[in-house]
Each structure stands twice: as C-alpha cells, then as structure tokens.
C-alpha cells in the first residue's frame, strides 16, 4: 500500500471515529460532517492506490463515478452516493438563505454512519492491508 493511501485511510479512520463519538453526545450535524468526510477519503484513497489523479471535489458520486469508470466498483449505490451528497452542504452551513431545509437526527447519522463502516471496511480488506487500524472502536 502506498504511503499517501495509507494516510487517507488514517484520517477517513479518524472521521469515521469521530462521527461515531458525536452520535452518542447526539451532535448530529458534525457527526454527518465526520460521515461524508470518511467516505471522502476513503474513495480518493482507492483513486491514490489506483494512480488516479485525486480530483478538488466533495461529490461522492463523482468520486465514485470516477472509480467505476475503471473498474473498481464499490458496495454503494446511487441512492447512499446521492445521500452522502445531500448533506455535505446543509451539515457544513447553517439553515437558511438558499440552503434546503434540513435537519439531522439520529436515525440519518446511523444509516449514514452504517455506509461508512462498510465502505472503510471493504477498503481495508481492498487494498490488502488486514491489519491496518485505520479506526477504532473502543
């Protein structure tokens, strides 16, 4: 596993356990900010081990568009891509102006957070690297 790949699985690891922590204090809205960004790095960490350019973007869709264009296809499906999507904006700005109505609960943070698990854990067994700790659930 390159070097760079394997810093992009450390910090999604600590977003990813960041989230989870601010779900149990009932922090909805930074624990979906945490959410997004884990599987944020977790797909560009599979465009860096791939040798694919890692795009300026916050779009999971495109990120994962990206990937399937070369054949890596990932357990997430449009729907999760489009999920993942909608509340990168609303999670990182407060309500009003031109923003959507939005508001975070616990059951949005645990499905999102469920996606999330499952992506880190298909990267790690991915990219083969079993005994990487990238997150810890203690």
């Known amino acids: 596993m390159k070097d760079e790949t394997r810093t992009w699985l450390k910090y999604a690891g600590e977003n ?15 624990c979906l900010q945490n959410v997004q960004q884990t599987v944020e790095k977790v797909l560009k960490a599979f465009l860096v081990e791939s040798s694919l350019k890692v795009k300026k973007t916050h779009s999971i869709n495109e990120l994962k568009n990206t990937l399937d264009s070369v054949g890596i296809a990932l357990d997430m499906t449009e729907d999760e891509c489009d999920l993942l999507d909608s509340i990168y904006l609303p999670s990182k700005y407060p309500l009003g102006g031109i923003l959507p109505d939005f508001e ?18 298909l990267a790690t067994k991915h990219l083969h690297e079993p005994n990487l700790d990238i997150y810890n659930d203690t």
């Open 16 to 30: 990813l356990q960041s989230a989870k922590l601010l779900l149990e204090r009932s922090l909805y809205n930074p």
């Open 104 to 121: 975070p609960d616990m059951e949005i943070c645990e499905r999102c957070i469920a996606i999330a698990d499952r992506i880190t854990t």
